[in-house]
T-cell receptor, first 114, second 109 residues
Framework: GAVVSQHPSWVICKSGTSVKIECRSLDFQATTMFWYRQFPKQSLMLMATSNEGSKATYEQGVEKDKFLINHASLTLSTLTVTSAHPEDSSFYIC??????????FGEGSRLTVL | GEDVEQSLFLSVREGDSSVINCTYTDSSSTYLYWYKQEPGAGLQLLTYIFSNMDMKQDQRLTVLLNKKDKHLSLRIADTQTGDSAIYFCAGNTGNQFYFGTGTSLTVIP
């Protein structure tokens, strides 16, 4: 079946640095990918919809200058957390939409900002 | 937006069947999904059902969809300790996906 790979799985960084997380669809092309954030003991929160070749659509309350999304190819979307702070520590998950609308998730990236 | 509701906790004994329920408000979802999240891990797609189906079976998993009542359930037969995890149901309207809060399943040996 379709596989979505997310990298890195774990990242620890210092406050003020930027971190890039990659989301790749391995055996299918995805014109649309999604980025989510999961807070402890809560469900996923959709952050933005990433469309190949165009600007991402951000959900209300998500800072687009803070969370930069680039979807440069049909198999890769990246999320860059700029000038990370401890409150950005979270579990970030991407998903890619298949050809008939089904959704496949990456395994997530746990970000810890010191 | 859509509201997707699940019970927060479920405990079953090993070998019994587990049934995790989900209700949703928007009936326009094309697909409805069940995901499993183990501690410290990402989401794993367990199964999904097309909205024009009533039932889908995949080995130990049975998904039932009642569109009239907007109710989705996941039955796990012969539940094992490895099935202990959080289970999320989800639906989508267009490109917007909505998740339930998750049901934490505990399997007692």
């Amino acid at each position: 079946g379709a596989v979505v790979s997310q990298h890195p799985s774990w990242v620890i960084c210092k406050s003020g640095t930027s971190v890039k997380i990659e989301c790749r669809s391995l055996d299918f092309q995805a014109t649309t990918m999604f980025w989510y954030r999961q807070f402890p003991k809560q469900s996923l929160m959709l952050m933005a919809t990433s469309n190949e070749g165009s600007k991402a659509t951000y959900e209300q309350g998500v800072e687009k200058d803070k969370f930069l999304i680039n979807h440069a190819s049909l198999t890769l979307s990246t999320l860059t957390v700029t000038s990370a702070h401890p409150e950005d520590s979270s579990f970030y998950i991407c998903s890619a939409q298949g050809g008939v609308g089904e959704l496949f998730f990456g395994e997530g990236s746990r970000l810890t900002v010191l | 937006g859509e509201d997707v509701e699940q019970s927060l906790f479920l405990s079953v004994r090993e070998g019994d069947s587990s049934v995790i329920n989900c209700t949703y408000t928007d009936s326009s979802s094309t697909y409805l999904y069940w995901y499993k999240q183990e501690p410290g891990a990402g989401l794993q797609l367990l199964t999904y059902i097309f909205s024009n189906m009533d039932m889908k079976q995949d080995q130990r998993l049975t998904v039932l969809l009642n569109k009239k009542d907007k109710h989705l359930s996941l039955r796990i037969a012969d539940t094992q300790t490895g099935d202990s995890a959080i289970y999320f149901c989800a639906g989508n309207t267009g490109n917007q996906f909505y998740f339930g809060t998750g049901t934490s399943l505990t399997v007692i040996p």
